[in-house]
């Protein structure tokens, strides 16, 4: 019996050791105002406070806590990046989460599975390869590995070479991780809340006040707050918050689709991801098989679930793991992914200024959370545009100066 | 007889008495009937026990008799998670309890329930992470316990299919409300579907009781199915499951292993209402269940569900529930109704004149099981409900059955699905869906309506509605029905907070009433964030019988209104819905062109490419590197030839087509020539290369536009998409299919293919390199175009493709003198690598530009505009920041790095290797790389970082490593 449950057990009453932040009165000016309670915003007010000691900090949201695509998404962890750049950054963030439990005092359940990229055709094997050199020359354990190294891996993958799309190989990356994505955002969420943070859920952003140039409070559904700065973390909302600044991004709004099995016995400890069949499965530590797939093909805000999601994907889920068969899909849903051009994230300033930008995540938000609040909290916190994410800034579309992530991001969540 | 609990026949059970099959349950044999359900045969058999809980390794049974609950979840050879009360026996099936560590009978993880006060709502995250890397020892054994059923990993891959169904109204549900709405619907016109998830139509009239007698349900099924039967617009589907409601009426129906897709005008759902449990101390003991599942147990099964009952209820529905039992030899205990001074009704009167105790204003605040018996053995009652709860019992019962009574809520899933909402009604005490947009109509139960007339009425208000909606001519518009007289709603919270807990709100995640309130003190009030953190509605059930408990324990605990706490997302599927239901028999063909034989028959190894197969080379695995090198050597000194079928041909045609061309690609194609060829390349808006191939132009109007095998569907799309916007005269056509390819190279290509071309010169003057014609070959229209991928004297011949086999025939027949041989894609690449021709996709990636590619030669200069014009400019001006060039290896004898291999400047990377091979043509290895642009002269030394560290040092050298003069291509 861990310790940490014991007084759980003694107690005469439930003892609430550690309460999840109930939602203040709205002051009318805070230091900075962080639109968006999901992980991003809420590890940005949580490192503003713990590394600059600023905790004059409203995070709002129109819905609940960690209710947006933090709630979403499939949780999993992995720095096997094309660019350099973006090694760098998503593996500074892998580091973060290995440590996060202690940083937050909250199990966030940070699972080191390993991560299989299968390849199907000799152009994936190709970018495998880059993928795997680069990575091995920036210190990151990822090697591209055999079908025979694979059955070692991963047995329960069907290997046969009689099927339509044969596995000719994959990229291995050892750390590749899943963790329990709504603690991550609850962690944080009590973290920056007990250094002072304010948290305001069902407080809907809908207007932001620029004067001069300059960002310098917001209207929501529970009055105006003033406040020095705005961050703007509102995955699947980007460019609808962006216009409300007055500025367009670069990016298309596409749902992303997912589901999860009934709870079984574990048998798969991989996370097996194929791009050419436009599949990521891994299995929960309750049990569960959390697969999803490409995003759709069009643009939409809706979070509706599709059947021809389910069916494409059972197809291909079934093409690796043929035994699977008789399992039951439990719950589908949607979250809505803001794609940018190059398949990399915008962080940084914005044409408004004290008005900073955490947009275009994708499908690839929920890894970097931790790196993304660190590097955006010291650019609040100081003004100045950390190296770490210099690379990410917005102005690299008018300069058509794109990040080369698109080889590398194909249902690579 | 089989089975000491079975009763004599009833008239309209679901049984076959005269078929007896044997089955086995954790090893031990046992026999049912046709027609029995698992649950029902082991319950006919006195097995209650079916499963083991998923925290705390209870031993749990019976609840709904649905398929609707978590507990009756068992384990087959090859298949987890099966639900006992829904599947039937087969002979020799072998059932295992899931979640147990032992067996189903002794399972040591019970024990856990002894630690239930050490493992509070959310105890994983609030322990086994200290000190670090302790996570890494409890995961493990935090996984072994999570999880229900066992994955068999050589479990055999069944036959599924798909089918697709049209109908004007959709009707799912096909009991009362249902087959009345059915049949209006139909006698409007409409084509109706009746989707009935039972064996048989009728829903509850097959169980249900609605009168003081069963003989009115029966009569009225008896009437309506035999309508509905007779009804020639009515298809009926039963045993079918609506898994969702999808946007556009877009309904999968289970049946079988048949995945129906049926599209619809309108819906009306009528699926009822779920039978909610009661909350007290131990309220999961086997022998405890649902109301409605002793009813199924009893009409559709013929069992007797036990010996002495206790009724606990909140409604009038309880009093049925015990004509019933009494009925069919059950000795009922005691009816305990909740309420505090329950209305007279038909059905309570006539149980109190058969002198049935009712102890109304007194809940049940434990269940007991004796020892060493996992079975229901005594309740123990107190005065009052809710917040006035007195918690020492008053009485003790002795009974080995008890009945749950705590209400309905509307089966509402499907039409949550469609965006309906449920509220709270203060007046009814009841959830109630709220009115939703047509074509969708709700009828029946789901409804809020009870009553054997009102729902019919509901239902025939229904069926005109979706007619109507349909656009099917209406008699005047039935009546609503008026409210429930039968006072069935649950009046009360039927929830009964045990000090010492194992009172279980939800059954899937043994969630106790403490658990939920604990996981509010925590501060979890959302309920969405509830649900997360407590897992409340997590499990197989998915809330069916948890939410409404939840949701009053939370609004209690914070003391607000029920309305203000909600329900979580409704999320499809209703129900479970396997992976090879829903995968079908994929259909994803493999293209093959019309060649493809002949390469098997030459003993060709083949390759995926794109959608296609093709020739990798010919010959085995074995002899890959002789059987390419051989085949490269065949079209530099001879002639060879390739299928080249896969290529994408795109037909450009209209008085605008030049224009067309010179809007979407790079080149320039007003002043090109009929009867010419021309390299065409095209970039996207940002300037990155998507695709080239060649244009043919046959006439002023017309060009033939090819496109690499891959890319071809996204050139077409995006030629359409943007003329879309452009609005030239031009049609576009994709023949990629109706065109097989041959390209025939080599220095005799000419000599090989002259003869049989009967009215096409092809003599250099006549027909020049870049020339394009169509004439006849062989006899076979085509279209000749002379090109030099490869970099030898070359011909491209694209013929319609049923005449494929014939003209590959009829060009190894004429070169048969010439040693002609066909080569593969393997062979290919190295033959145009040594001529320095990049291949899309392999050489470029997702934004290389085509002056970084050294494709800067490919763009029109004095065009006004083409697509990814102004972002080439720009990032022409701020310079390249790579530069891909050719290399060699200075040691003659390294092996060649492999594609993808880095190339590195001290602790940088500048770029990477894109193609490499051991050219025997020029006896050295050749290659593509990126560099950083400072190392683009000839002469620059690289370094190459190869697997596993081996640095590679290479030269620069100036493209094409072959025939820089192109003579050869000119021949």
Redesign the interface.
Same mark, same amino acid.
Not at chain 1, 16 to 22: G, L
Not at chain 1, 64 to 67: L, T
Not at chain 1, 313 to 319: D, F, K, R, S, T
């Given at each position: 019996?861990?310790?940490?449950?014991?007084k759980?057990?003694l107690s005469s009453r439930?003892p609430?050791?550690?309460?999840?932040?109930?939602r203040p009165e709205l002051k009318p000016r805070y230091d900075v105002v962080i639109i968006g309670a999901g992980g991003h915003g809420l590890a940005t007010a949580y490192y503003l406070a713990k590394h600059h000691n600023i905790t004059n900090v409203a995070v709002v949201d129109k819905g609940?806590?960690?209710?947006g695509n933090t709630?979403r998404n499939t949780a999993i962890i992995r720095s096997n990046y094309l660019t *350099?750049d973006g090694v760098k950054f998503y593996d500074a963030s892998l580091r973060l989460f290995k440590?996060l439990? #202690?940083e937050l005092d909250?199990?966030?359940?940070?699972?080191?599975r390993g991560h299989l990229t299968l390849a #199907?055709?000799?152009?994936a094997l190709?970018?495998?390869? =880059? /993928?795997?050199?680069?990575n091995? #020359?920036l210190g990151i354990d990822s090697e591209?590995v055999s079908p025979e190294e694979i059955a070692r891996i991963e047995p329960?993958l069907n290997l046969s070479p009689n099927v339509?799309?044969p596995i000719l190989g994959a990229l291995h990356h050892r750390p590749g991780a899943i963790a /329990?994505h709504?603690?991550v955002a =609850?962690?944080y969420a009590m973290g920056a809340a007990e250094r002072g943070v304010e948290i305001h *859920?069902d407080t809907e952003v809908t207007d932001i006040l620029v004067e001069g140039g300059a960002a310098t409070g917001v209207e929501t559904t529970r009055g105006t707050v003033r406040c020095g700065c705005v961050v703007q973390a509102v995955a699947g909302s980007s460019s609808l918050v962006a216009g409300m600044a007055g500025f367009k991004l670069p990016i298309r709004s596409m749902p992303l689709q997912a589901c999860v099995?009934?709870?079984?016995?574990?048998?798969l400890d991989t996370i097996v991801v194929s791009g050419s069949l436009h599949v990521y499965i891994s299995q929960s530590? /309750?049990?569960e098989l959390v697969m999803g797939g490409a995003t759709d093909p069009y643009q939409l805000y809706s979070t509706?679930?599709?059947?021809d999601f389910?069916?494409g994907?059972?197809? #291909?889920?079934?093409?690796l793991f *043929?035994?699977?068969?008789?399992?039951?899909?439990? /719950?589908? =849903?949607a979250g809505i992914a803001d794609m940018t051009?190059?398949f990399a994230p915008i962080m940084g300033e914005s044409p408004v200024r004290n008005y900073y930008l955490d947009a275009g995540w994708g499908t690839w938000g929920f890894k970097a959370t931790p790196a993304c609040g660190t590097y955006m909290a010291d650019m609040v916190a100081t003004g100045r545009t950390p190296d770490m994410i210099a690379p990410f800034a917005l102005e690299r579309f008018q300069?058509?100066?794109?990040f080369?992530e698109?080889?590398a991001a194909s249902v690579g969540h | 007889m089989v089975g000491p609990n079975r009763l004599p026949s009833l008239p309209d059970d679901w049984l076959d008495r005269e078929c007896i099959i044997p089955f086995s349950f954790e090893g031990k044999g046992y026999q049912g009937f046709a027609g029995d359900t698992i649950a029902s045969a082991l319950a006919a058999n006195g097995v209650w026990v079916l499963s083991r809980s998923f925290k705390y390794h209870r031993p749990r049974g019976v609840l709904t008799m649905a398929g609707e609950d978590t507990n009756a979840l068992v384990q087959l050879d090859g298949e987890p998670n099966v639900p006992a009360d829904r599947r039937l026996i087969e002979p020799g099936l072998r059932i295992q309890g899931q979640n147990c560590i032992g067996s189903l009978k002794r399972d040591w993880a019970s024990l856990l329930g002894y630690f239930g006060r050490f493992l509070p709502p959310g105890f994983y995250y609030k322990a086994f992470f200290k000190p670090r890397g302790a996570f890494a020892f409890w995961e493990p054994i935090i996984r072994r316990m999570a999880g229900l059923g066992q994955i068999d990993l050589h479990a055999p891959h069944d036959y599924h299919d798909k089918a697709y169904g049209f109908s004007d109204v959709a009707v799912v549900g096909g009991g009362p409300a249902g087959m009345a709405a059915a049949l209006e619907a139909a006698k409007a016109g409409a084509e109706v579907i009746l989707i009935e998830d039972g064996r048989q139509l009728g829903g509850s009239l097959n169980f249900g009781r609605y009168g003081t007698d069963r003989a009115a349900a029966v009569n009225l099924r008896h009437e309506l199915v035999a309508t509905v039967e007779a009804s020639p617009n009515i298809t009926v589907f039963t045993d079918a499951v609506c898994q969702a409601l999808f946007a556009d009426n877009w309904l999968p129906v289970i049946q079988g292993n048949r995945l129906h897709k049926i599209r619809t005008t309108s819906v009306i759902i009528a699926t009822g209402a779920l039978e909610q449990h009661i909350i007290f101390r131990n309220n999961d003991l086997p022998g405890i269940m649902m109301g409605s599942a002793a009813q199924r147990l009893i009409h559709l099964y013929g069992v007797r569900p036990g010996k002495r009952a206790v009724i606990a209820t909140t409604n009038s529905s309880g009093y049925g529930v015990c004509l019933d039992l009494i009925e069919n030899g059950v000795e009922v205990v005691a009816i305990i109704d909740l309420r505090d001074d329950p209305p007279d009704c038909p059905l309570s009167s006539t149980a109190r004149a058969k002198n049935i105790r009712v102890i109304s204003g007194h809940t049940i605040v434990e269940a007991k099981a004796r020892m060493g018996n996992r079975h229901v053995s005594s309740i123990a009652i107190a005065r009052g409900q809710g917040p006035h709860q007195e918690t020492d019992p008053v009485q003790r019962l002795d009974c080995d059955l008890v009945c749950m009574c705590g209400g309905y809520v509307p089966a509402a899933g499907l039409l949550r699905h469609a965006g309906a909402d449920i509220a709270y009604d203060e007046e009814t005490a009841a959830f109630v869906v709220t009115p939703l947009i047509d074509p969708i109509h709700a009828a029946g139960a789901v409804n809020g309506v009870s009553g054997l007339e009102a729902l019919t009425a509901d239902g025939r208000h229904a069926g005109w509605q979706a007619a109507r909606d349909g656009g099917f001519e209406v008699d005047a518009r039935p009546a609503r029905p008026t409210t429930d007289p039968a006072g069935t709603r649950p009046v009360l919270l039927p929830v009964t907070p045990h000090p010492k807990g194992k009172d279980f709100v939800d059954y899937d995640e043994d969630l106790q009433a403490c658990d939920i309130v604990n996981t509010v003190a925590d501060g979890y009030t959302n309920v969405e964030l509830l649900k997360r953190y407590s897992t409340v509605g997590m499990g197989p059930s998915q809330g069916r019988h948890s939410a409404l408990p939840t949701v009053r324990l939370a609004a209690g605990a914070l003391g607000c209104s029920l309305d203000d706490i909600g329900l979580t997302t409704a999320r499809p599927p209703v129900g479970p819905i396997t992976f090879a239901q829903l995968a079908g028999r994929q259909f994803e063909p493999v293209r093959r062109t019309a060649m493809h034989h002949r390469h098997l028959e030459k003993g060709a190894t083949m390759m995926l490419a794109g959608p296609w197969l093709r020739p990798a080379f010919y010959g085995p695995e074995a002899d890959k590197e002789t059987c390419i090198r051989e085949e490269t050597i065949a079209v530099r000194n001879n002639v060879g030839i390739i299928d080249v079928s896969t290529l994408g041909g795109l037909e450009v045609r209209g008085s605008d087509a030049a224009e067309f061309m010179n809007r979407i690609y790079t080149f320039s194609y007003t002043k090109q020539l009929d009867g010419r060829g021309r390299y065409v390349l095209m970039t996207d808006e940002t300037g990155a290369i998507v695709d080239d191939g060649i244009a043919a132009r046959f006439h002023e109007r017309h060009f033939y536009v090819t496109a690499t095998t891959g890319a071809v569907d996204a050139v077409y799309r995006n030629m359409l998409w943007h003329n879309a916007q452009w609005q030239l005269d031009v049609d576009i056509t994709n023949v990629t299919a109706a065109y097989c390819g041959i390209n025939i190279a080599g220095p005799n290509a000419r000599a090989v293919l002259s003869p049989l071309c009967e009215d096409v010169d092809l003599s250099v003057e006549a027909f020049p390199y870049m020339a394009a014609t169509e004439g006849m070959v062989a006899g076979i229209p085509a279209r000749i175009l002379r090109v030099g991928f490869v970099g030898e004297l070359g011909y491209e011949l694209h013929a319609p493709a049923n005449c494929g086999e014939a003209l590959w025939d009829a060009l190894l027949e004429a070169g048969r003198d010439h040693d002609i041989r066909p080569f593969g894609v393997e062979a290919q690449r190295v033959l145009r690598l040594e001529k320095g021709h990049i291949i899309i996709g392999q050489d470029t990636d997702g934004l290389t530009h085509p002056f970084e590619a050294g494709m800067g030669w490919a763009i029109g200069k004095k065009k006004k505009d083409f697509l990814g014009k102004r972002a080439i400019e720009i990032r022409k001006k701020r310079g390249t920041t790579r530069q891909l060039v050719g290399f060699t290896l200075t040691d003659g004898k390294e092996l060649p790095p492999a594609e993808g291999h880095i190339v590195v400047r001290g602790p940088d990377i500048v770029g990477h290797v894109t193609s490499a091979a051991s050219s025997h043509t020029l006896g050295k290895v050749v290659g593509l790389a990126y560099v950083a642009p400072d190392q683009q002269e000839p002469g620059t030394r690289l370094t190459i970082k190869a697997e596993g560290g081996r640095i590679i040092d290479a030269e620069v050298v100036a493209l094409p490593f072959y025939d820089p003069e192109n003579k050869r291509q000119e021949l």
């Open positions: 019996m861990p310790f940490g449950l014991i759980y057990g439930y609430v050791i550690r309460k999840f932040p109930a609940y806590v960690g209710g709630a *350099p440590d439990s #202690h909250f199990n966030i359940m940070y699972s080191e #199907h055709t000799d152009a190709r970018t495998s390869r =880059w /993928r795997a050199e680069v091995k #020359h591209v329960t339509r799309y /329990r709504d603690a =609850w962690g *859920p099995s009934q709870p079984l016995k574990p048998f530590s /309750r049990g509706r679930s599709t059947l389910t069916e994907l059972m197809g #291909h889920v079934l093409e *043929p035994f699977l068969g008789n399992v039951r899909v439990m /719950r589908q =849903w051009p190059d300069r058509f100066d794109q080369g698109r080889g | -």
